[in-house]
């Protein structure tokens, strides 16, 4: 391994560092962790070409954080002499794809206007609004967008108001919306929330059959989506061990 870590030298801690952020994001069979701590820069290489190569998307998106802070700040000194709705949702999309939910709503508002009837930003901020578990606003915003287009972001509105329903308390509304959007949409983020309703409503069977929806869509996945939908996965199956299921 020294002459590996010699050959590599100083290159070898760059392929570390990219293979421990891929595995952190995407969380594959723990044996990979072992690789790439234990056999350093080859087993990094192993890693990479084996898991990481079919998954570019991942690493471009590493690479583009700094680029998009840049943006960021560049918008924050823009809008001090142009605060236009343009910039600040600009702004407002940068912070949400960066994480920073509670700063990317504040820059929707502002962005938003009477006059603005574009369905977009509303969803937008709805969804920083679930993620801020801010979920009375959350119900408002998406009510706006799914009344104006019921299949919005292949119907992922629709099921995010039916979790946001369901965390208001309107169970009904929730139940029936989840029925509804369920018939044709197979997005694992609408089943795992719908499970979840059914867990809190003391319905562990029905909840435990859309956890297992989650995963028994694995078997036929093509691995690179298996590798974007591995958090539901890992959501589903600890939903099944709290629900006393394998």
């Known amino acids: 391994m020294g002459m590996f870590s010699y050959l590599f030298y100083p290159w070898g801690f760059l392929l570390v560092a990219l293979a421990l ?15 790439i701590l234990f056999l350093g820069p080859l087993g990094a290489i192993v890693y990479l070409v084996v898991e990481a190569v079919p998954d570019f998307g991942l690493l471009r998106q590493e690479f583009k954080i700094f680029p998009r802070r840049r943006r960021i700040r560049e918008l924050e000194a823009a809008i001090l002499d ?12 940068l912070y949400m794809e960066d994480g920073n939910f509670a700063r990317a709503r504040e820059c929707y508002n502002k962005s938003i206007s009477s006059r603005t009837d574009s369905p977009d930003p509303f969803y937008r901020r709805g969804v920083c609004e679930i993620e801020l578990r801010d979920y009375p606003a959350a119900v408002q915003d998406l009510e706006r967008v799914v009344a104006k287009d019921r ?3 292949f119907q992922r509105a629709a099921g995010l108001l039916a979790h946001a329903y369901a965390n208001t308390g309107q169970v009904a509304k929730a139940e029936a919306l989840f029925q509804d959007v369920t018939r044709t949409s197979t997005i694992s983020e609408t089943y ?4 979840l309703m059914l867990a809190a409503r003391q319905r562990p069977a029905e909840a435990s059959e859309w956890a297992q929806r989650i995963l028994a869509k694995k078997p036929t996945m093509p691995r690179y989506l298996q590798r974007r939908e ?10 099944l061990k709290k629900l006393g299921q394998k």
């Open 230 to 239: 591995r958090p539901w996965f890992r959501k589903a199956s600890a939903l």
């Open 82 to 93: 142009n605060p236009s709705a343009g910039n600040f949702e600009e702004l407002a999309d």
């Open 192 to 195: 795992y929330n719908y499970a």
């Open 21 to 35: 952020v891929h595995f952190i994001r995407r969380r594959p069979d723990t044996y990979w962790l072992y690789i």
């Open 151 to 153: 299949k919005y972001d």
